[in-house]
Nanobody, 129 residues
Framework: QVQLVESGGGLVQPGGSLRLSCAASGFTLDYYAIGWFRQAPGKEREGVACITNTGDSTYYADSMRGRFTVSRDNAKKTVYLQMNSLKPEDTAVYYC??????????????????????WGQGALVTVSS
């Protein structure tokens, strides 16, 4: 089946770290850039980070830059999101998806892929004492 399967969510204390994984099956992962999005209750979905198909470039939302790192291992058909220095406001459901990257000043933006849109099922991250 064509799918992205997420794992690694859970409960973490403020200041702690967590790593999410997004594993692909049924398609060639290295054809596609992968983005991470999140949605908290009562809030709009927002972009977190993305990585090009080869992994040569990464992009981050301002509030995540310096704390989050996106990477990929195409041999393992997996994309990762390493989250450090977590804050309670990071609590959300995190999704990975195939994306297209638009070079819009001052920073690139990323959106679900128009021709091959695949989403992970979501991983709940709760940052709390």
């Amino acid at each position: 089946q064509v799918q992205l399967v997420e794992s690694g969510g859970g409960l973490v204390q403020p200041g702690g770290s967590l790593r999410l994984s997004c594993a692909a099956s049924g398609f060639t992962l290295d054809y596609y850039a992968i983005g991470w999005f999140r949605q908290a209750p009562g809030k709009e979905r927002e972009g977190v980070a993305c990585i090009t198909n080869t992994g040569d470039s990464t992009y981050y939302a301002d509030s995540m830059r310096g704390r989050f790192t996106v990477s990929r291992d195409n041999a393992k058909k997996t994309v990762y999101l390493q989250m450090n220095s977590l804050k309670p406001e990071d609590t959300a459901v995190y999704y990975c998806a195939t994306v297209e990257i638009l070079n819009i000043a001052p920073s690139p933006a990323w959106y679900p892929h128009r021709d091959f849109e695949v989403w992970g099922q979501g991983a709940l991250v709760t940052v709390s004492s």
